[in-house]
């Protein structure tokens, strides 16, 4: 069984900064893509940014020279630094990992952590 377990979620004023962090644990697939999702009240889930095992980033333009995602493949963990944060950044972010096999999909979410930007 998968599990990831996110924290560093928080209040924090306009133009501060938080990171949050997602640790994952159990069989995971070698070639994946992790990545953070948010979802702010009355939208859809959306990505923010995600990283796969060679490295390579995709972001949201809404966030983009704003956020960093790392990933550190040996601990299966992967970061979201959030700098010059907004109060539409406010929001649930979910932590997520994927990878396909042969037959199948696999595709984890962690709980969600709040952020909440304060104007």
């Known amino acids: 069984q998968v599990r990831l377990v996110e924290s560093g979620g928080g209040v924090v004023q306009a133009g501060g900064s938080l990171r949050l962090s997602c640790a994952a644990s159990?069989?995971?697939?070698?070639?994946?893509?992790m990545g953070w999702y948010r979802q702010a009240p009355g939208k859809q889930r959306e990505l923010v940014a995600r990283?796969?095992?060679?490295?390579?980033?995709t972001y949201a333009d809404s966030v983009k020279g704003r956020f960093t995602i790392s990933g550190d493949n040996a601990k299966n963990t992967v970061y979201l630094q959030m700098n010059s944060l907004k109060p539409e950044d406010t929001a649930v972010y979910y932590c997520?990992?994927?990878?396909?096999?042969?037959?199948?999909?696999?595709?984890?979410w962690g709980q969600g952590t709040q952020v909440t930007v304060s104007s």
């Open positions: 990283i796969n095992s060679g490295g390579s980033t």
């Open positions: 159990g069989s995971i697939g070698s070639n994946n893509a």
């Open positions: 997520n990992v994927n990878w396909r096999s042969l037959i199948r999909v696999y595709d984890y």
